[in-house]
């Protein structure tokens, strides 16, 4: 099948087609799917799936875990500050660090030398990779209905004040501003969306499949709910808004206040 310019993982990603190339478990897995809504509608095996595999590495190995009172198994290296409440399996990596007035619920994998800042809320299935920080008042939950019911956050990422990411993708290096609302949505590797951005990820008759057009194409997702797929080291500015199923090429620079809908930067 040859693969349509600009839409697929391997070119909106930066992913590389050669098989001998060192690559994430993450883009090995989306090197495995055509286009990113396909990862959207896969989400929930791939990350139950990781969870999987760290219970049973728990399961073999609990002398390396601290069961904490709080119900959070982690090594003695971590910082699990008070009045942190836990409901679920949640593992923490080494010299990782939870702040106290967090809420986590669900199955929960924290990797290595993160912080997670006062009064945040984790709630479904959830993998955060290492040298994360999620700042004060974030967001990270699935969707309540018609969409996935998990999170996957990678590396090196940053997810700034107050804001929400809902059942979506935060690929290695990306950075979310304070204030932004991101559902159901993969932002691309070392990929910035600005404060107060705010996506929409259905259409207005909730029960509509949201459609991808291709020059004279329709694409279907077979998603109710589909935000915005961003390409790698694109940056949107402050305040920008998106329709559902907008997708952004690679290295674009968005302006401030814009609404974007469509393809961005590539042959439509």
Not at 111 to 116: A, E, F, M, Q, R
Not at 183 to 198: F, K, L, M, Y
Not at 200 to 211: G, H, P, T
Request: aromatic fraction near 6%.
């Amino acid at each position: 099948m040859k693969l349509i310019p600009g839409l697929n993982n391997l070119d909106l990603f930066g992913i590389s087609p050669d098989a001998n190339a060192p690559l994430s478990e993450l883009e090995k897995w989306l090197r495995t799917m055509e286009y990113p809504w396909l990862a959207i509608r896969n989400l929930n095996h791939f990350v139950e799936g990781i969870i999987e595999s760290k219970k049973k590495k728990y399961s073999e190995h609990k002398e390396d875990f601290v069961p904490r009172s709080l119900g959070i198994f982690s090594h003695e290296d971590c910082v699990l500050e008070p009045n942190i409440t836990s409901e679920g399996f949640i593992m923490c990596g080494h010299h990782t660090k939870i702040e106290s007035g967090c809420r986590i619920t669900g199955n929960v994998v924290i990797g290595d030398h993160c912080i997670i800042e006062s009064d945040c809320r984790i709630t479904g299935n959830v993998v955060i990779g290492n040298n994360s920080h999620l700042h004060h008042g974030v967001t990270i939950t699935g969707c309540s209905k018609a969409g996935p019911s998990s999170v996957y956050i990678g590396n090196n990422v940053n997810i700034y004040q107050h804001s929400v990411v809902k059942a979506s993708i935060m690929m290695d290096g990306a950075n979310i501003y304070s204030g932004s609302y991101v559902p159901v949505s993969i932002i691309g590797p070392n990929a910035r969306v600005g404060s107060q951005n705010s996506f929409d990820d259905a259409k207005i008759d909730e029960n509509q499949l949201i459609v991808i057009q291709y020059k004279l194409e329709s694409i279907q997702t077979e998603l109710k709910r589909l935000g915005v797929m961003i390409g790698s080291n694109t940056k949107m500015k402050s305040g920008v808004t998106a329709d559902p199923g907008t997708i952004v090429a690679p290295n674009q620079i968005i302006p401030r206040n814009e609404t974007i809908q469509g393809l961005i930067g590539m042959e439509k």
